[in-house]
């Protein structure tokens, strides 16, 4: 199973650690953009049946969670043994009012990513690591559904940048956006359509002889 978790995995009475995207620098220089479709069915993993726990179990559970995280550079290190406990940790938060829909006011929002375990993403990490002129700066998922009933919009943000050339940790983004409408309390449906990126590059002064 992949496990992909940011902010999201918070209450509505939980401040965010992050809720806006700081805007592009008017350095930018470059932007692209491709438009396409594709139809996925995501399915989100609920825990088995039980008792709801309470508030304070479940900050309890997201402290276990965090906790479980730390250490792993968003899931690039992550032992086995440790994605196990990652992932009992997570099942373990997501018992709290399973089986509720998906409050999409709750969802709106943006949510910096925190630990995963999906390959296109961890490749990304792994990459950065190898090389030296590849950073990988902050990823984000951007839902905005806050006027919504059944659905809207998700983009997926990563910040990359090559040292000397571009800014440090945000001299490129890579938008990817899709549309999504809630099936069940436990699936999203997702139609992917716009890839779109930009580069902000580094301002040079240059060498007086």
């Known amino acids: 199973m992949e496990l992909a978790f940011a902010a999201s995995v918070y ?4 401040k965010r650690a992050i809720h806006v995207i700081r805007p592009l620098s008017p350095k930018l ?12 069915l995501c399915s989100v993993a609920v825990a088995p049946d039980g008792n709801r726990v309470s508030e304070v179990e479940l900050e309890n559970k997201k402290h276990d969670l965090l906790l479980a995280v730390q250490g792993t550079q968003r899931g690039l290190v992550a032992t086995a043994d440790q994605r196990s406990i990652i992932e009992e940790a997570l099942v373990g938060v997501e018992a709290y009012n399973m089986g509720a829909p998906i409050e999409l006011v709750v969802l709106d929002g943006t949510w910096r990513l925190q630990y995963t375990s999906a390959p296109d993403v961890l490749i990304l990490l792994e990459a950065a690591a190898r090389l030296p002129f590849f950073q990988v700066g902050q990823i984000f998922q951007k839902f905005e559904c806050r006027d919504q009933f059944s659905g809207g919009v998700v983009r997926n943000v990563v910040r990359w940048s090559i040292p000397n050339l571009l800014e440090e940790q945000e001299g490129a983004t890579l938008v990817v956006s899709a549309k999504f409408d809630v099936v069940s309390v436990r699936n999203i449906y997702l139609q992917f359509e716009e890839v779109s990126s930009s580069v902000l590059f580094k301002n040079i002064t240059p060498i007086k002889g």
Not at 11 to 14: I, K, L, S, T, Y
Not at 29 to 40: E, G, I, L, P, Q
């Open 29 to 40: 220089v470059t932007a692209k953009k491709r438009s396409f479709r594709n139809k996925f």
């Open 11 to 14: 209450p509505a009475n939980v």
